[in-house]
């Protein structure tokens, strides 16, 4: 399948600490993207990163990419009790179909 | 800032009626999806809408469900004969072209569809 799977499926952190997340899939991107979803809300879109690129950083996020171990991962850096919520890896195939993995519950706590 | 809006944000609805839900995409995005999840769960992948037809769909999307863009504005996903199982919050999402390439895709906050 396509999809992202995240790992792990729950973090909880106190603030201030690093979070990592982990995204893996199983065939070919065009582009893989991160998501952020507070309970019950819509998603919103955090970092795209292109199958060309290895890194990208945006604020407190960075996000790599090993397109050879089909393998990604999100790190918020100086987490505060605002970054609760669920973050979901997206990929991206060469035609028309993003999907999301299961994603990851952090718990940030202050 | 533009957004995509989605109505109703909650619709009820008796098992076996048709429900439709509307999405306004953002003006000049090209690329349209439509996602739901159940309560907690995974973000799944309806389908997805380019140049005035279907792209990709799921397996979740069998001949109950239906989408529409009827007037150049709207993106209408249809359910012809609602189920226990249809229950969840259904997404809309729309893309801008970036190069040869999809941008990030903007989501509307979502239609809660409760099947009772």
């Known amino acids: 399948s396509q999809q992202g799977e995240e790992d792990p499926q729950a973090l909880s952190i106190q603030e201030g600490e690093n979070a990592t997340m982990n995204c893996s899939y199983k065939t070919s991107i065009n582009n893989l993207q991160w998501y952020r979803q507070n309970s019950g809300r819509g998603l919103v879109h955090l970092i795209l990163i292109r199958s060309n690129e290895r890194e990208k950083h945006s604020g407190r996020l960075r996000v790599t990419l090993d397109t050879s171990k089909k393998s990604s991962s999100l790190l918020i850096t100086a987490s505060r009790a605002a970054d609760t919520a669920s973050y979901f890896c997206?990929?991206?195939?060469?035609?028309?179909?993003?999907?999301f993995g299961a994603g990851t519950r952090l718990t940030v706590k202050p | 800032e533009p957004e995509v809006t989605q109505t109703p944000s909650h619709q009820v609805t008796q098992m076996g009626q048709e429900v439709i839900l509307r999405c306004v995409p953002i003006s000049n995005h090209l690329y349209f999806y439509w996602y739901r999840q159940i309560l907690g769960q995974k973000v799944e992948f309806l389908v997805s809408?380019?140049?005035?037809?279907?792209?990709?769909k799921s397996e979740i999307f069998d001949d109950q469900f239906s989408v529409e863009r009827p007037d150049g504005s709207n993106f209408t996903l249809k359910i012809r004969s609602t189920k226990l199982e249809d229950s969840a919050m259904y997404f809309c999402a729309s893309r801008a072209r970036e190069g040869t390439g999809r941008a990030e895709a903007f989501f509307g906050q979502g239609t809660r569809l409760t099947v009772v």
């Open positions: 809408f380019y140049n005035n037809e279907i792209s990709e």
């Open positions: 997206a990929t991206d195939g060469w035609s028309n179909d993003m999907r």
